[in-house]
Nanobody, 122 residues
Framework: QVQLVETGGGLVQAGGSLRLSCAAS????????MAWFRQAPENEREFVAG????????YYADSVKGRFTISRDNAKSTVSLQMNSLKSEDTAVYYC???????????????WGQGTQVTVSS
């Protein structure tokens, strides 16, 4: 089992920045690929950014590429999402997730946090 807890959400104006963090506990964090997903009201959960177990490779949805940066610290069992140049369409509940292998598909992730709300006002 892996327990995930997200922090750092909030209200920000368009063009601003937020940093989300996800703290993991339980099984060895470094064994898992990690990702951030988001879900806006009436929308399906969508992939945002992912990072492999070592942190040496990252990948992003086209909608956030160049604005968001995912990183991880295996010593602290944390994964972060730095979000810059935020837009109103980034408003959603953001979830971190863990999987044995890196993937953009939500159904391949075994463990999920409870989510943190990000609201971007225009």
């Amino acid at each position: 089992q892996v327990q995930l807890v997200e922090t750092g959400g909030g209200l920000v104006q368009a063009g601003g920045s937020l940093r989300l963090s996800c703290a993991a506990s339980g099984r060895t964090f470094s064994q898992y690929a990690m990702a951030w997903f988001r879900q806006a009201p009436e929308n399906e959960r969508e992939f945002v950014a992912g990072i492999i177990w070592s942190g040496s490779n990252t990948y992003y949805a086209d909608s956030v590429k160049g604005r968001f940066t995912i990183s991880r610290d295996n010593a602290k069992s944390t994964v972060s999402l730095q979000m810059n140049s935020l837009k109103s369409e980034d408003t959603a509940v953001y979830y971190c997730a863990a999987a044995p292998m890196s993937s953009r598909r939500a159904d391949t992730y075994h463990y999920w946090g409870q989510g943190t709300q990000v609201t971007v006002s225009s």
